[in-house]
């Protein structure tokens, strides 16, 4: 029986598996769940915390670990190799990627060295459980396109996941070393300039568990100061519509949807932001989707689990509030 197995390159940062190449592994677990001859097995550049990783993996297969010294930061050159390397090591057929900067970047330049085709979005499964392409909204989310390659081998970032039922139930993943070192002097040829880091403690939106995210309804950078307020307590960061990026009342970092971020968090609290389809783009694997909106017709209520019509500020008050007595009695 001919076997299809499947790379996931599962991103770090400072030693901590990015929660988006997490739930990449385990959807496609799912697949492996079901069909024998599908296979997943993923790579791990740099070293990481791999007991918390062990506690988030589901399904079965092997992990490659490569955690020379030269790989806990991206350098483009070491890590084609290596991504390289195992892909052909392992005989993959395809190579799946979490839709992040650093795989819009490695994604094209491994297309080129192992001449497979790139392809974005959400990967599509055929009833065998082989990967036959994928899908991708177009013209702001109006329509969506598909995408197919007669190429045998296949690169994807993917920014949403298919629905696939089964869960796996059994555990079995070996964590491998690999020997592999940096092969090329990465700082000779990318000096690293800069690096830039989050503020103490303030988790990066993409790897947030909760948003509390503001729009043009907000008011202004002022406006803000509740949502950071609300997001300390229930131990969430911030994010925010385009609008507010734009008029400089918060970071491009924390800019959500069509081009922002992706983000995947458990409860996603949209305070003032109407809904657009360029927003959604952004919010399309969010778990809860909670609303405040003083239009009781705000696009926003359509796809909001729960919607709380009225001011946000008033609201995020009591809101405030009442998580404040919840914590005081717990
Ligand atoms: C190519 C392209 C890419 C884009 N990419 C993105 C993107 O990545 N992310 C993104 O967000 N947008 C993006 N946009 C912009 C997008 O089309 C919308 O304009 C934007 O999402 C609207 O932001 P908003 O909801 O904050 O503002 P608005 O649409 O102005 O909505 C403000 C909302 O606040 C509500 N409101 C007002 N006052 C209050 C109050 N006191 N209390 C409660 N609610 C109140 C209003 O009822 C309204 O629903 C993109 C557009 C294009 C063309």
Same mark, same amino acid.
């Given at each position: ?17 990015? /929660? ?6 385990? %959807? ?34 092997? !992990? ?20 390289? *390397? ?44 082989? *990967?036959?392409?994928?899908?991708? $909204? ?27 039922? $089964? ?6 993943? @070996? ?30 939106? %993409? ?51 069509? %081009? ?41 209520? *359509?796809?909001? @689990? ?8 008033? !609201? ?11 914590? /005081? &009695? &717990?």
């Amino acid at each position: 029986m001919a076997m299809n197995k499947y790379l996931v390159f599962l991103e770090q940062r400072e030693g901590i598996v990015k /929660k988006a190449s997490i739930e990449l592994w385990n %959807t496609l677990q799912k697949l492996v769940a079901v069909h024998e001859d599908i296979a997943v097995c993923a790579l791990l550049a740099g070293a990481a915390d791999l007991q918390l990783l062990q506690a988030t993996l589901v399904g079965e297969g092997a !992990v490659y670990c490569a955690s020379d010294h030269g790989f806990s930061l991206y350098n483009p050159e070491c890590y084609a190799n290596l991504v390289a *390397d195992t892909f052909k090591r392992e005989a993959c057929s395809a190579l799946f990627f979490a839709d992040t900067i650093l795989s819009r970047e490695l994604a094209p330049k491994l297309s080129v060295r192992l001449k497979a085709a790139l392809l974005s979005g959400s990967p599509v499964f055929d009833a065998a459980g082989v *990967d036959s392409g994928s899908v991708r $909204p177009v013209y702001s989310g109006s329509a969506l396109a598909s995408f197919h390659s007669d190429r045998s081998l296949r690169i994807y970032t993917i920014s949403s996941f298919p629905i696939i039922t $089964p869960t796996p139930s059994r555990v079995h993943i @070996d964590f491998i070393p690999l020997q592999q070192r940096c092969s090329v002097s990465g700082e000779e040829l990318f000096p690293l300039i800069r690096m830039m880091t989050m503020r103490d403690g303030i988790q990066d939106v %993409t790897e947030a568990g909760i948003i509390i995210a503001g729009g043009r309804g907000v008011g202004g950078a002022d406006g803000f100061a509740l949502l950071e307020q609300l997001a300390l307590l229930l131990g969430g960061v911030v994010g925010a519509s385009r609008p507010a990026v734009d008029e400089g009342w918060r970071p491009h970092s924390e800019q959500i949807g069509q %081009t922002g971020r992706t983000v995947a968090p458990a409860l996603y609290l949209a305070c003032g932001i109407s809904g657009s389809v360029q927003h959604l783009a952004g919010i399309g694997s969010a778990g809860l989707v909670v609303a405040i909106n003083s239009d009781c017709h705000a696009p926003i209520f *359509d796809v909001a @689990d729960y919607g709380i019509v009225g001011d946000a500020p008033l !609201v995020l008050r009591k809101l405030i509030d009442a998580v404040q007595d919840f914590l /005081k &009695k &717990k």
